[in-house]
């Protein structure tokens, strides 16, 4: 079964930073994406940022590019996402998800399955 783990979330102050880590189990595809996701209340999903296992290719959101950071470590099995600089406006619930098969991207419909989600809350 695949199973993926977040944990990282928290509470910070603006301009701080925290590191979410995604913990992925249950299979051996060679190629495949990790991708990061954040949900605010109210709000649409919104991709944030991912990385292709082929080639270590990374993609991120126009809103946090320059500021967030994602990184592997294959032999953890683990996905990290370095946040630093944080805003209030990026307070959401962060999701990791893996979308199989070659090439990336941050198409939400083609990531499944999903972990279940840490909270990150930015204070002003």
């Known amino acids: 079964e695949v199973q993926l783990v977040e944990s990282g979330g928290g509470l910070v102050q603006a301009g701080g930073s925290l590191r979410l880590s995604c913990a992925a189990s249950g299979f051996t595809f060679d190629d495949y994406t990790i991708g990061w996701f954040r949900q605010a209340p109210g709000k649409e999903r919104e991709g944030v940022s991912c990385?292709?296992?082929?080639?270590?290719?990374?993609y991120y959101a126009d809103s946090v590019k320059g500021r967030f950071t994602i990184s592997s470590d294959n032999a953890r099995n683990t996905v990290y996402l370095q946040m630093n600089s944080l805003k209030p406006e990026d307070t959401a619930v962060y999701y990791c998800?893996?979308?199989w098969g070659v090439g990336y991207g941050l198409v939400s419909y083609e990531y499944d399955p999903w972990g279940q989600g840490t909270q990150v809350t930015v204070s002003s």
């Open positions: 998800a893996v979308r």
């Open positions: 990385i292709s296992s082929s080639d270590g290719s990374t």
